[in-house]
């Protein structure tokens, strides 16, 4: 027997009652059949119009975020009718990689992939009662947040009523955890050789910051009119300093490493971590970075995303979110890649190789970098846990210790 047969069973099992104490006048009987059955449909109306006029509503305080970042997720919820509800339970999912500083608030796990969100709320007439939640990132990757569901039950137990889809999916991309990286002036030097500290010898006409007095060295092309009636002096534009120089950076994995061993695993997890690292150094001196892989995209899977050279905080978003998406595992060998950088990279530009790979380099991979060494600097990062790795003739190398569990490195070194 189930649920609704039980209160129905229940409903004629009292009216019968009620009508045989009240033809044989037995008043108590009839008063307390009289009360379940007064019970019941109060419960039924209740449970009839538990979800009219209830408005739920979900935000999270950012879009992107940091890996260190505190991510806070608040909910609203408001009862515009006389109906109080109690016990109203809200259930949602949540990829798993979200710590919840009340840990209370998730329950089981679905395959390691998801988790259960769970909240109770009470509500009285009128009322609209709003909670926040703050939550930290464990890993990188998208995280995305259930359309949810409403369970109510009536306080009598006699009813229980559910609504799908109450809220609007959410979705929050955390980007890969950025260090410092001790060593780093030896690769840029080898890159980018000595170079002027407030910038590169070319200026972008088209990024003012401001206007100086005008000096006989400068051209009649930098005047501008306005801030010279305004000074009442001839004024120049400053033209901020333009780095013309593109990175291209490389993040491989051999597509035969065994990404389910915990120590493969960390050795690309550092490997990301340096790749967002140098983004993050390089967009700040004014490079344009091209970012290419191996590894399989969440988003784009075997397909390569198209590279755009997009300036400022864009082009860091764009880059960071696509090291935030990559699988730990890959299928395109190395030497794809390298070719396919070799033909779009211009004649002595820079690239910055990190590789994963144990042990000397093979051949074909090391041959490959000699070709793309042959259209401007190439240095080589590798990130390995042995203890002894062994360098490639002709290849200038820098090596990133990969023992170390991935979470607890606070910085990275060169060696």
């Given at each position: 027997m189930d649920?609704?047969?039980?209160?129905?069973?229940?409903?004629?099992?009292?009216?019968?009652?009620?009508?045989?104490?009240?033809?044989?006048?037995?008043?108590?009987?009839?008063?307390?059949?009289?009360?379940?059955?007064?019970a019941i449909g109060l419960a039924f109306v209740w449970n009839r119009f538990v979800f009219r006029k209830l408005h739920l509503k979900r935000s999270l305080n950012r879009t992107y975020a940091e890996f260190?970042?505190?991510?806070?997720?608040?909910?609203?919820?408001?009862?515009?009718?006389?109906?109080?509800?109690?016990?109203?339970?809200?259930?949602?999912?949540?990829?798993?990689?979200?710590?919840?500083?009340?840990?209370?608030?998730?329950?089981?796990?679905?395959?390691?992939?998801?988790?259960?969100?769970?909240?109770?709320?009470?509500?009285?007439?009128?009322?609209?009662?709003?909670?926040?939640?703050?939550?930290?990132?464990?890993?990188?990757?998208r995280y995305e947040f259930g359309q949810g569901t409403l369970s109510y039950a009536d306080p009598f137990g006699?009813?229980?009523?559910?609504?799908?889809?109450?809220?609007?999916?959410?979705?929050?991309?955390v980007f890969p955890k950025i260090v410092p990286i001790q060593g780093q002036t030896g690769l840029n030097t080898y890159l980018f050789g000595s170079r002027p500290r407030e910038g590169w010898i070319y200026t972008d006409p088209l990024n003012l910051v401001g206007t100086r007095p005008y000096q006989t060295t400068d051209s009649a092309r930098q005047i501008n009119w306005k801030a010279t009636a305004r000074h009442g002096a001839m004024q120049v534009d400053i033209e901020k300093p333009s780095f013309d120089q593109q990175v291209y950076l490389v993040l491989l994995q051999p597509p035969q490493a065994k990404?389910?061993?915990?120590?493969?695993?960390?050795?690309?997890?550092?490997?990301?971590?340096?790749?967002?690292?140098?983004?993050?150094?390089?967009?700040?001196?004014?490079?344009?970075?091209?970012?290419?892989?191996?590894?399989?995209?969440?988003?784009?899977g075997l397909e390569e995303k198209p590279s755009r050279l997009i300036a400022g905080r864009s082009q860091r978003v764009e880059l960071l979110t696509r090291l935030a998406l990559l699988h730990n595992f890959s299928m395109e060998p190395d030497q794809r890649v390298l070719a396919r950088i070799g033909?779009?990279?211009?004649?002595?530009?820079?690239?910055?190789?990190?590789?994963?790979?144990?042990?000397?380099l093979e051949p074909a991979l090391a041959g490959s970098i000699r070709r793309l060494m042959a259209r401007g600097r190439v240095g080589v990062l590798r990130?390995?846990?042995?203890?002894?790795?062994?360098?490639?003739a002709g290849l200038r190398e820098w090596r990133i210790e990969g023992r170390r569990p991935w979470r607890e490195a606070e910085s990275l070194e060169l060696s």
């Open positions: 649920h609704k047969q039980r209160v129905l069973f229940l409903t004629f099992s009292f009216a019968a009652l009620a009508l045989f104490a009240g033809l044989r006048g037995y008043l108590t009987a009839f008063l307390a059949a009289l009360l379940v059955l007064t260190d970042s505190l991510i806070t997720m608040e909910l609203a919820i408001t009862n515009r009718k006389v109906l109080p509800l109690l016990g109203l339970k809200l259930e949602s999912t949540v990829t798993s990689g979200l710590e919840f500083a009340d840990s209370r608030r998730l329950l089981t796990e679905r395959d390691g992939r998801e988790n259960i969100f769970q909240d109770f709320f009470h509500l009285n007439w009128y009322e609209k009662r709003t909670r926040r939640y703050e939550l930290r990132p464990l890993k990188r990757g006699f009813f229980a009523n559910q609504l799908e889809d109450v809220l609007e999916t959410e979705k929050i991309t990404w389910w061993v915990s120590a493969v695993n960390n050795n690309l997890e550092v490997a990301i971590m340096a790749a967002a690292s140098l983004i993050d150094n390089y967009l700040q001196a004014g490079y344009q970075i091209n970012l290419a892989t191996n590894l399989i995209s969440r988003i784009h033909k779009r990279m211009e004649p002595g530009c820079t690239a910055v190789v990190i590789t994963t790979a144990p042990g000397k990130v390995s846990a042995e203890k002894e790795l062994k360098r490639t």
